[in-house]
């Protein structure tokens, strides 16, 4: 890229940082340490801030660079990613928020705990908890060392890894900081900026084209070298049987994933009702779904204008796709409209970037310090210590997330971000689910719940192609790979409710009649919920 690019897209990207570290000055300021505040932000945000928040938490680099590189790329296929992160938002609002919101206090843990052991189960949710967020947090990570690679016009490492540190440091400050207020407004701010860039791009690109969408598929598919192949089902996934098992993986993984997403769920505490929380999810799903509607025209406007040759040049996984629609939608490489226009949306990815790692950061960091670190240690003050060690924990996940952002950066985002979605989805929905809606669950099916899901996830992706033994793995060289699927959701997320029936059946414990009906009380009416 020329110099122009670099400048104006590092002087607006360092508007924003200015902007977001200006905002959680402010709140640093005004806050008092409780951990209602920390991890709540006092439970003072209305319904549409709320909502506008959670779509920034939801609208990630994934979203914004992965899915669109990946049908510029894979045409129909790619679609899948677009229509199972939409989906998904049905499950949350009819089985999730308003239950979750009534239920727990600060993290999934809280709901689950209710009528259990406490200590067991806190410690299994928040290592669960932790683990999906840490692969939530790579995938962002690994955004950053794409955006920066075709900002700066190299692919070495040094600029690369530089730019992973830089935005890890920032969302430890954001976080340690600032708290769950200062994050939200972060989310807000990114959530208009995500969707202006969106909006504007797509009206480009039905401009290009006079608003001709089938010109624009037709291009598309002759530009591809695929022809009609492009847009029709298994360009990726239609090769033999297991490239459609995989494909139904990933459709499981998706859809189901996200109503056991620890920062998801954690932004049902800072309204003030379940109701609320219920109407947050309204406004969030209008804006995802226009969002996410919208990057299906970049995705094919990608393919058409750009070209996946080019796509591929750039970057092999096809995040830089977006960033190199807008240069050319703005006239090209060496014009002034080019430059803007890149620069702006160079900009907000990193900003989404930005605000999505710090959500994810303080609801991992809860769950190290209000599930982990409660659990094992017991003393006075808790509450005061628990932020404390929230604010510790946050340097921490930032730490692990930045080096596995370093060793994967040459896988596609979107991609890994399924990964963390078919962890939460194997792990925490089963002990999610079966807790709100089983009069007879026991401690010992919810721990086996949680780890009959997180264990073999994690153990079949290490054994998948995604590790070893294909020319895109992770780890070249060697060849481990015993596990034929990239994706683990299939065999994995089934296997998490088994565990958690078999658990319940074996156990000696006598379920709790009245914690239970207490639970179905407060879920359904919201009476005694924090």
């Known amino acids: 890229m020329t110099g122009n690019h670099q400048t104006l897209a590092l002087a607006l990207f360092s508007v924003f940082v200015a902007v977001t570290l200006a905002i959680t000055t402010w709140v640093s300021r005004n806050r008092h340490g409780s951990a209602e505040e920390f991890y709540a932000g006092g439970r003072l945000f209305s319904p549409m801030e709320n909502g506008f928040a959670i779509a920034g938490d939801y609208m990630s680099a994934a979203s914004f660079l992965g899915i669109s590189g990946l049908i510029a790329l894979y045409g129909y296929d790619g679609l899948l990613y677009s229509v ?4 998904a938002w049905l499950v949350v609002l009819f089985l999730v928020a308003e239950l979750v919101r009534n239920c727990g206090r600060f993290t999934l843990a809280d709901v ?4 259990m052991r406490e200590r067991p189960v806190r410690i299994a949710a928040g290592t669960s908890s932790v683990t999906v967020s840490v692969l939530y947090l790579v995938a962002q990570m690994v955004g950053a060392g794409s955006l920066v690679a075709l900002l700066l016009g190299r692919t070495s490492g040094a600029a690369q890894s530089w730019t992973v540190i830089g935005v890890g440091a920032l969302m430890v400050i954001y976080v340690s900081l600032g708290g769950m207020r200062a994050t939200t407004w972060i989310q807000i701010v990114k959530a208009v900026m995500l969707l202006g860039g969106t909006v504007a791009l797509t009206v480009l690109v039905l401009v290009r084209f006079h608003g001709d969408f089938d010109r ?22 239609g ?7 995989d494909f139904i993986s990933l459709g499981l993984a998706l859809v189901l994933g996200t109503a056991g997403l620890p920062h998801i769920l954690s932004r049902f505490y800072t309204v003030p009702t379940a109701r609320a929380a219920r109407r947050s999810v309204i406004w969030s799903i209008g804006l ?10 970049l995705g094919f406007g990608a393919a058409a204008i750009v070209g996946p040759q080019a796509v591929r040049q750039s970057n092999a996984a096809g995040n830089t796709a977006v960033p ?7 006239g090209g490489l060496d014009s002034t409209g080019g430059t803007v226009l890149f620069a702006i949306v160079t900009a907000v990815a990193f900003a989404t970037i930005l605000a999505v790692v710090a959500g994810i950061t303080l609801a991992s960091s809860a769950s190290v310090a209000h599930d982990l670190y409660a659990s094992l240690r017991r003393r006075t ?3 005061r210590s628990e932020v404390a060690v929230a604010r510790a924990a946050a340097v921490g996940i930032g730490v692990v997330a930045i080096a596995l952002g370093l060793l994967a950066r040459d896988l596609n985002v979107a991609f890994l971000v399924g990964l963390a979605f078919a962890v939460a989805a194997s792990a925490n929905l089963p002990v999610l689910l079966y807790s709100l809606f089983w009069r007879g669950f026991t401690t010992r099916g919810a721990v086996w719940a949680v780890y009959g ?8 992706v290490i054994l998948s192609p995604v590790v070893s033994g294909a020319p895109n793995s992770l780890v070249t060289g060697v060849d481990f790979q015993l596990f034929p699927l990239e994706n683990p959701g299939l065999v994995s997320i089934p296997l998490g409710f088994l565990a958690g029936w078999l658990g319940t059946v074996t156990s000696t414990e006598v379920p709790d009649e009245a914690k239970h009906a207490e639970t179905e009380v407060r879920s359904l009416t919201g009476a005694g919920a924090a």
């Open 84 to 87: 199972g992160f939409l989906v």
């Open 288 to 297: 995802i779904g226009g969002f996410y509607l919208m990057t299906i025209v």
């Open 216 to 237: 624009l598929l037709l291009t598309a598919a002759d530009r591809s070298g695929h022809g009609d192949a492009f847009l029709a089902p298994g360009l990726r996934y």
């Open 239 to 245: 090769a033999n049987w297991t490239a459609r098992l």
């Open 453 to 460: 899901g997180l264990v073999p996830a994690l153990l079949l």
């Open 381 to 383: 003050g808790k509450q």
């Open 112 to 115: 689950v705990a209710a009528r």
């Open 324 to 330: 190199l629609l807008a240069l050319d939608l703005g």
